[in-house]
């Protein structure tokens, strides 16, 4: 452990200095050609701007964690429940919440909070186009554009058609079209609304591959799909919702924000290359789903009361929180499409499905939460918070009595930071939370079953230093501690006993120079699995103990307009089955680009050229316990923005 900390000390310590992050900042239509994740991140702990997407974490994996699938999502800093992300027409960016950023965002969350912005139209006029293409084969255009209507009115609409090739073999068609608007009806009041409404009617479901036995699979074959020409899921997905800001008086505010996101598969089929051998055979199934429908209704009321005395800063939160989420799934059927090869396509024509009943579940959560938040210049910090939440869960087939779940647990969070010198604070604080746990994964015997809510705690502590210019350094220890669940013996996902993760993570973002910026994170992670079930291993399925990530963007003096940037990436070894005896090989990704500044007709331009995966890095992607993708080889990727 002493070798990996030195290492992480050196990999942050050539990268320089730190201060409090800040939001990104957030691109509306017409300024979209300068996005530079590289150049905007505030930290190395996840960042997405527009199409680019950096740091050590993102919102499947937070010091081990998904915080997607735990609930801990907000758009605008209020309470989200996504089925699906909404897209780059209405979230122009993303930020993962966690350490000392979770000041200023009242009740944070263990696993950390993933916020998106809204990509909200200015007063000005204004446009952006992005034309897409890479070596796979995929052809893409997005379009924005703002419009101001009246004074106190502004209006943007957005598209997207997307025609995408990945690198399995698979294609994915997909076309959208969005709406969102500001209004300022009266001084200090704001509201957002917004729509996107997403048809997919042509979508390859990628391959699964599940070994026989303990063991990893062979070499996977790359951009091949084997899948029949009639398995093709078709669905449509809407995100909706508004938010709502107001000063209500000298230091009253009021902040809103009421979602609905919802997912309907018309139809929908899961590709599975079962009990594949070393010599590359394997018995070919397909699950076809009957229609589904995954649905939530979500949001949040926040009253907040700000006063100062000197340098002390003051702020009282009272917040109402919930949501409403209904799912329909199950009644699939499981085919078998007989014997085949990794290389080998079906043509197994489409059987006659024969569906059972399908399963109905309801979750309903209210949260009732109070925080204190407290600054003082030159001392530090202090963030606090109580929260009562009442969730009720049904679950059952019709006609059949269903099974219901209830908790009304009491959370809470402190959280503390000690200002040692005018650039180095130390922070430190305990988080309570009560956590969606998930669905079954598509190669479970109960797919798609919802699972029960969970209690989790949260420790972490560190030090965060600001440096010269705008470099910022954090380095913190963690822990964190869930029920574990996962597949048993008769392949069944459900609870199997407790996880418990530590662990150190470090982070370096800024300019070293003002031509060169520099992002850099390290995670280090110690994981363990107690449990009474046997066949289970120590470490949790998906547990990577090291994760080293460096980017940097540099604009050469001599060529103006151009900048050149490179992305290292590097993963340990990750555990792939329950047992623990198969673990994936460590992988390490290097990405290299540059891109163009210019005007293009008086319009301001950029032309972005990246070549991801050089060392075209062969490898698999873990799907799941005992359960395989290829990672994709070698792409190019180029698209062009234009400023309208």
């Known amino acids: 452990m002493v070798r990996h900390l030195v290492a992480a000390a050196c990999l942050i310590a050539t990268a320089g200095h730190a201060q409090e992050v800040q939001p990104p900042p957030l691109t509306a239509a017409g300024n979209r050609a300068g996005e530079n994740a590289v150049r905007q991140a505030g930290d190395a702990f996840g960042t997405v701007i527009g199409r680019e997407e950096i740091g050590i974490y993102d919102e499947s994996d937070v010091r081990g964690f998904s915080p997607r699938v735990a609930g801990n999502v907000r758009i605008a800093g209020l309470y989200f429940d996504p089925v699906f992300f909404p897209s780059d027409r209405i979230s122009g960016s993303t930020v993962i919440r966690v350490g000392p950023t979770v000041f200023g965002s009242p009740f944070p969350s263990p696993t950390g909070v993933v916020d998106l912005g809204l990509r909200v139209p200015g007063d000005k006029a204004g446009a952006s186009v992005l034309v897409n293409a890479d070596s796979w084969g995929s052809r893409m255009i997005e379009a924005d554009i703002a419009l101001p209507i009246s004074d106190g009115f502004s209006l943007g609409l957005g598209g997207q058609i997307n025609h995408e090739h990945m690198g399995d073999g698979t294609r994915d068609y997909y076309y959208e079209a969005a709406l969102i608007a500001r209004l300022r009806p009266a001084p200090g009041i704001e509201f957002v609304p917004f729509v996107s409404l997403a048809y997919t009617p042509f979508h390859e479901a990628a391959t699964i591959y599940v070994p026989a036995g303990e063991a990893l699979p062979p070499r996977l074959p790359r951009n091949f799909w084997n899948g029949p020409a009639w398995q093709r899921t078709r669905e449509t997905e809407l995100n909706a919702g508004g938010v709502l800001s107001a000063e209500l008086a000298p230091g009253w505010a009021l902040k809103a924000g009421l979602f609905r996101s919802s997912v309907a598969y018309f139809e929908d089929f899961t590709n599975l290359l079962d009990r594949v051998q070393p010599d590359g055979t394997a018995r070919s199934q397909v699950i076809i789903d009957p229609p589904l429908l995954f649905a939530s209704t979500s949001g949040e009321v926040r009253l907040t009361r700000s006063w100062s005395e000197g340098r002390r800063a003051h702020q009282l939160h009272l917040a109402v929180r919930g949501r409403d989420a209904r799912r329909r799934f199950g009644g699939a059927q499981l085919v078998d499409l007989g014997p085949t090869t990794l290389t080998t396509p079906i043509t197994a024509p489409q059987p006659i499905a024969a569906f059972t009943e399908q399963e109905r579940d309801r979750f309903r959560q209210w949260t009732l939460a109070a925080g204190y938040e ?117 392949n069944i996902f459900r609870q199997l006993g407790e996880v418990r993760n530590r662990g150190l993570e470090a982070s370096f973002s800024g300019a070293v120079t003002p031509r060169l910026s520099v992002v850099a994170g390290a995670v280090l992670l110690s994981p363990r699995v107690t449990a009474d079930v046997p066949g289970v291993g120590r470490r949790p399925v998906g547990a990577i103990s090291e994760t080293y990530t460096i980017s940097g963007d540099w604009r050469p003096p001599w060529l103006p307009g151009v900048s050149f940037d490179v992305s290292a990436y590097h993963v340990s070894s990750q555990t792939a089955t329950v047992s623990n005896r198969v673990a994936i090989p460590a992988l390490t990704f290097v990405d290299l680009g540059g891109r163009y500044r210019f005007k293009l007709a008086g319009a301001s331009a950029t032309l972005r050229v990246q070549v991801e995966n050089l060392l075209d890095q062969q490898g698999y992607e873990l799907f799941g316990a005992g359960a395989y993708r290829p990672v994709w080889g070698r792409a190019a990727i180029a698209y062009l923005t234009v400023d309208l």
Not at 419 to 439: D, F, K, Q
């Open 374 to 490: 407290g600054r003082w210049e030159g001392v530090g910090e202090i963030s606090l918070g109580v929260q009562h939440s009442d969730y009720r869960k049904r679950i059952g087939l019709p006609g059949v009595a269903p099974v219901a779940t209830t908790t009304r647990p009491l959370l809470f969070n402190a959280n503390l930071a000690v200002t040692l010198t005018p650039r180095l604070a130390a922070y430190g604080g305990h988080v309570t939370g009560l956590e969606e746990s998930g669905v079954a994964p598509e190669n479970a015997a109960n797919r798609n079953e919802a699972l029960p809510a969970i209690r989790t705690r949260q420790w972490d502590a560190g030090l965060r230093w600001t440096m010269a210019g705008d470099l910022r350094l954090v380095v913190g220890l963690f822990e964190v501690a869930k029920p574990y669940f996962n597949l048993d013996g008769r």
